[in-house]
């Protein structure tokens, strides 16, 4: 759970950091590690009083505009973790420019 809030793991994690972080979905579970700490908000804004459609549309933007930012920034997100634990971050060539 600490590592989904973006603390540092103890040095004993640095290869599970490293496979996390380069391994083949490493987008997706950035994503899906991001919506599991959101969720508790979504509910909470969903509780709060208003009509219906309120309560629906207020959390689903909440969603929409986190994901999205996380989606789009997950290559700096990536680095910033990786070299927070002392690994080198990748070059990736689909960025078309080197990693941060």
Same mark, same amino acid.
């Given at each position: 759970?600490?590592?989904?809030?973006?603390?540092?793991?103890?040095?004993?994690?640095?290869?599970?950091?490293? /496979?996390?972080?380069? !391994?083949?979905?490493?987008?997706?579970?950035?994503?899906? =590690? /991001?919506?599991?700490?959101?969720?508790?908000?979504?509910?909470?804004?969903?509780?709060?009083? &208003? +009509?219906?459609?309120?309560?629906?549309?207020?959390?689903?933007?909440?969603?929409?505009? @986190?994901? &999205?930012?996380?989606?789009?920034? +997950?290559? !700096?997100?990536?680095? @910033?973790?990786?070299? =927070? /634990? &002392?690994?080198?971050?990748?070059?990736?060539? !689909?960025? &078309?420019?080197? @990693? /941060?």
């Amino acid at each position: 759970m600490l590592f989904a809030l973006g603390a540092r793991l103890p040095d004993r994690n640095r290869e599970w950091v490293r /496979h996390e972080l380069t !391994d083949a979905d490493w987008r997706g579970r950035l994503i899906v =590690r /991001h919506l599991i700490v959101t969720l508790p908000f979504t509910a909470a804004l969903a509780l709060l009083p &208003g +009509a219906v459609w309120m309560r629906i549309a207020v959390p689903a933007l909440f969603l929409v505009c @986190s994901v &999205g930012i996380v989606a789009l920034y +997950a290559d !700096d997100i990536r680095v @910033s973790r990786l070299r =927070r /634990h &002392g690994l080198e971050a990748p070059d990736d060539p !689909d960025l &078309g420019r080197p @990693s /941060h």
